[in-house]
């Protein structure tokens, strides 16, 4: 009987009321994922009984966190917070990134989606996906596009993005949203392809056009913008932050953890706190989150492969 109370199953995921459960997050604070990571570590903190806290393990893009997790000691328990730059793309681009995606880590639960935007700045003259598309091929000196890191999803829809449009340009990287926001307001650079969340205050403000999102159907956060299906190309994507746990982690453990997190998502308070943010919650058990990597590796393998990019 004493097995079967919530307490009791709290402790079955692996933490003792001394033992704090940590979230490694391969991001700085106040960006998305870290935004994730400390709403759901606050709420899971309540149903396991025990401390739950955020670790920001930066560098590498993100690479030095899933290096951290893997080599987490049993004793103390941890969680990756990841996105595809880490889990996807980096074990396809860099001979030796330090870990195997699939062989090191076990998928504990999928925690929210997120599109992916292009935008362009105020002073480009154009209102809609194919007058840049036609902007473009008629200036061909200004067919650049930013994006917040070279190698991210953003980059490599970009490339699909061009590819489909039978448009060549030159990918310009930053560190980071803010930084590419910054100049596409500034007119340094012309158009850039970000996560949709990350364009959508300076849209809503009038600084930027947002001119097509790649979610199947339009985003319910700015229902004006069309999906690029909608614009003429047919392509949809997204991206995702996803609990990863240590290979090392007993199953059992793995499984409740899992549990856990899914209750956590679809508690209504989490969901309002993620819409609040501009995030889409999302509450997966770990079949369908493997089902969503697998499906997910088969999408972007050969794109980032036929890329040719290299780091």
Known sequence: MVLGTPGAQAQSAGTG?????????????????????????????????????????????????????????????????????????????????????ERDFRAVSHVNSYEFGVAVGAAVPVKELRHLLAWLRANPEQANFGVPATGSLPHFF??????????????VGYRGSAPLTTDLIGGQVPVA????????????????????????????LAPSVPTFKEA????????????????????????????????????PDTRRKFEAAKMEPVAATRAQTEAMLKAYRAQWAPVVQRSGFKP
């Open 17 to 101: 009321a001394d033992t704090p459960l940590r979230i490694v997050v391969g991001y700085p604070p106040g960006g998305s994922s870290d935004r994730v990571a400390r709403i759901v570590a606050d709420k899971l903190q309540a149903k396991l009984g025990s401390p739950v806290i955020v670790e920001n393990k930066t560098g590498a893009g993100g690479r030095l966190s899933a290096q951290y997790v893997k080599a987490a000691p049993a004793n103390q328990p941890a969680l990756l917070l990841a996105n595809p730059a880490v889990m996807v793309v980096a074990p396809l681009v860099f001979p030796d990134a330090g870990y195997d995606a």
């Open 158 to 171: 970009g490339l699909m993005v061009g590819d489909a449009a039978k448009v060549r340009a030159e990918v």
């Open 193 to 220: 392809f970000d996560t949709f969340d990350s364009l959508l205050a300076q849209h809503e403000a009038g600084k930027v056009r947002v001119l097509a999102v790649s979610g199947a159907q339009r985003s319910p």
């Open 232 to 267: 003429g190309l047919d392509l949809a994507a997204t991206g995702w932050n996803t609990f990863f746990a240590p290979a090392s982690m007993p199953a059992a453990q793995v499984e409740r953890l899992s549990q856990l997190i899914v209750e956590v998502m679809k508690d």
